[in-house]
Nanobody, 121 residues
Framework: QVQLVESGGGLVQPGGSLRLSCEVSGSIDSIGDMAWYSQIPGKQRELVAR???????YYADSVKGRFTISRDNAEKMMYLQMNYLKPEDTAVYYC???????????????WGQGTEVTVSS
């Protein structure tokens, strides 16, 4: 069983910073692309940033220059450093990963349970 668990959310003032973490655990053969998504109530999840297994990163235009995605393949961790936060960054943030479990021929997308980020003064 594969699990993704996010942490690091919270309340922060505009202009502040947070670092989100995503820990992957379970019976894992390989981890491909991973990503962070955000979701506001009543709206679809939106891609914030994606990182390949080799470390190439892609960002939504709204976060370029402010957020940095990274991963530690050995520790099965992914991070999102969020700087210069704005009220419009307020959302629940979810991590996902394209993961192959041991004994499985195909990969599967797994999601974490989300961590809430609130940017407010």
């Amino acid at each position: 069983q594969v699990q993704l668990v996010e942490s690091g959310g919270g309340l922060v003032q505009p202009g502040g910073s947070l670092r989100l973490s995503c820990e992957v655990s379970g019976s894992i053969d390989s981890i491909g692309d991973m990503a962070w998504y955000s979701q506001i109530p009543g709206k679809q999840r939106e891609l914030v940033a994606r990182i390949t297994a080799g470390g190439t990163a892609y960002y939504a235009d709204s976060v370029k220059g402010r957020f940095t995605i990274s991963r530690d393949n050995a520790e099965k961790m992914m991070y999102l450093q969020m700087n210069y936060l704005k009220p419009e960054d307020t959302a629940v943030y979810y991590c996902n990963g394209d993961i192959r479990s041991w004994g499985m021929a195909m990969t599967q997308i797994y999601w974490g349970q989300g961590t809430e980020v609130t940017v407010s003064s």
